[in-house]
């Protein structure tokens, strides 16, 4: 079984999170509304106000990040002072987490006062409003996407995020780092942070100690200095759980493959093998081979499934002469 801490979600974020997290990729400049930069932001996805600024508040998404796109701002320019201030004030009320500008367009110094005097954090863009929909929302589902850590080591075998968990002192990092050798890719030592985005579960490091291993006997090494930056990736889906187990004699080790194992992650099944470890195996070998049948797998190739289906065929043959 492999070992994963319970899983979390953050439920939600605050505003100051929102644009610490995000100012550079969605180029986002504060403008107003700083003391309020502790507002929650309850749901991972942006609103244009398009309805609510004509003064129609039925299903209005007011958990949500407003975006004031050209259309909104025409809108609100061609309105009297009055009628404008009561627009927005109206908006205000809903109690929105925070005010997205887009195209750098900038509000009206009363818009901007009303954004200040409630404490509603207030930003441009330079990005259109489609794109910085499409970005935003993307960024928010991972900030708001349920996460747990597993201890194991996940590297990226051409394609293949694979996860190799066991005991500690079985020989996960010293599979990992032959396997590095071979060409593979990095992406968690011993501790992998996954999270569960549309339905995969994705794998990274911590940002502290990325691209860096503990090899016993040797020590902390730096991956991206021995081998190349190439054999560190700073993300992976998880696509293959591989568990070390000691050997036994007697044990029962898996011979035909015809039996398909999984191992739930934050609800999302992923296929799980085990590989018993002795003396004499090449370990990262028998992982990179069976990386390698995940993915004939996930093209519709199953090798077991295909050699008994030879078989019966051969056998029924063989029965009817």
């Known amino acids: 079984m492999i070992k994963s801490s319970p899983a979390k979600s953050p439920g939600k974020i605050t505003v100051r999170d929102f644009y610490e997290s995000f100012k550079d990729s969605l180029q986002l400049e504060i403008i107003g509304g700083k003391?309020?930069?502790?507002?929650?932001?309850?749901?991972?996805?942006?609103?244009?106000?398009?309805?609510?600024?004509?003064?129609?508040?039925?299903?209005?998404?007011?958990?949500?990040?407003?975006?004031?796109?050209?259309?909104?701002?025409?809108?609100?320019?061609?309105?009297?002072?009055?009628?404008?201030?009561?627009?927005?004030?109206?908006?205000?009320?809903?109690?929105?987490?925070?005010?997205?500008?887009?195209?750098s367009l900038y509000p009206s110094?009363?818009?901007?006062?009303?954004?200040?005097?409630?404490?509603?954090?207030?930003?441009?863009?330079?990005?259109?409003?489609?794109k910085f929909t499409a970005q935003a929302t993307v960024l928010l589902e991972s900030k708001f996407a349920p996460r747990t850590l597993i201890h194991g080591?996940?590297?990226?075998?051409?394609?293949?995020?694979?996860?190799i968990c066991g005991v500690s002192g079985i020989g996960k990092s010293e599979c990992a780092l032959a396997l590095i050798e071979r060409g593979h890719s990095l992406v968690a030592d011993d501790v992998t942070y996954c999270e569960r985005i549309n339905g995969r579960i994705f794998g990274r490091s911590n940002d502290l100690n990325r691209g860096y291993m503990e090899c016993?006997?040797?020590?902390?090494?730096?991956?991206?200095?021995?081998?190349?930056?190439?054999?560190?990736?700073?993300?992976?889906?998880?696509?293959?759980?591989?568990?070390?187990?000691d050997w036994k004699p007697g044990m029962t080790e898996e011979r035909t493959g015809l039996e398909h194992?999984?191992?739930?992650?934050?609800?999302?099944?992923?296929?799980?093998?085990?590989?018993?470890?002795?003396?004499?195996?090449?370990?990262?070998?028998?992982?990179?081979?069976?990386?390698?049948?995940?993915?004939?797998?996930a093209m519709g190739h199953d090798s077991a499934k295909e050699l008994n289906d030879r078989l019966i065929a051969h056998m029924t043959k063989n029965s009817e002469k």
Do not use: W
């Open 216 to 245: 016993r006997g040797i020590g902390i090494i730096n991956v991206a200095e021995l081998f190349g930056i190439k054999c560190v990736r700073l993300e992976s889906s998880v696509d293959l759980i591989v568990n070390f187990v």
């Open 261 to 297: 194992h999984y191992s739930e992650v934050l609800d999302v099944k992923i296929p799980h093998i085990e590989i018993p470890v002795r003396p004499g195996r090449d370990m990262a070998r028998l992982v990179e081979v069976a990386a390698m049948v995940q993915a004939l797998r």
């Open 35 to 103: 003391k309020g930069l502790d507002r929650a932001i309850p749901e991972p996805s942006v609103n244009r106000p398009s309805l609510a600024i004509t003064g129609y508040f039925k299903n209005f998404a007011f958990n949500r990040i407003q975006l004031f796109g050209a259309g909104e701002a025409a809108y609100l320019k061609d309105q009297p002072i009055a009628r404008r201030s009561k627009i927005i004030e109206a908006i205000i009320k809903q109690n929105i987490p925070c005010v997205v500008v887009s195209r």
């Open 109 to 130: 110094q009363t818009t901007l006062a009303l954004f200040d005097k409630f404490d509603v954090p207030t930003f441009t863009t330079s990005l259109s409003s489609r």
């Open 153 to 163: 080591t996940l590297i990226d075998i051409k394609g293949i995020g694979t996860l």
